[in-house]
């Protein structure tokens, strides 16, 4: 039974620098830089509205916005109106404003897609409700 035992222990002595060495310190690099994450989720900083009926705080008229998606090839996903429109978001946050209303969302042809979809809007910057904006 000693002689088993031993066995065991100087096997386990044996695994356990192995499993050891397998907890070392990495390193991890990523070409996701804090940058474009602000980007990236800046869509979400800017609230879709059907009609300035729908503002409860003052607003200010930003400009005109667009965003498209395109179908490269064939073998790839059709275009999407929701990446047009979170593109055309992203445009709007770039402006400054923080609300947007879609005119339109319309496919179109064009030489460089298989298809594509093109969506406009109009973003705003809307105040703190019963407060004028800040000029």
């Known amino acids: 039974m000693t002689k088993q035992l031993t066995t065991q222990v100087l096997a386990l002595l044996m ?17 996701v830089k804090p940058d474009n994450a602000t980007e990236y989720f800046s869509a979400s900083k800017v609230k879709i509205f059907n009609d300035e009926s729908e503002f409860m705080s003052s607003f200010k008229y930003v400009g005109l916005v667009e965003g498209d998606d395109c179908q490269k090839e064939q073998h790839l996903a059709p ?7 979170t593109q055309a978001r992203q445009v709007a946050f770039k ?3 923080n609300a947007v209303i879609f005119t339109s969302c319309v496919d179109i042809e064009t030489k460089h897609c ?20 800040e000029q």
Do not use: M, W
């Open 79 to 85: 275009p999407d109106v929701i990446n047009a429109r």
């Open 95 to 97: 402006q400054q404003a």
């Open 114 to 133: 298989v298809a594509q979809v093109v969506c406009y809007g109009k973003a705003y910057q809307l105040g703190a409700p019963h407060e004028p904006i």
């Open 15 to 31: 695994v356990i620098p192995t499993i050891a060495s397998c907890t070392g310190n990495y390193t991890f690099e990523s070409n």
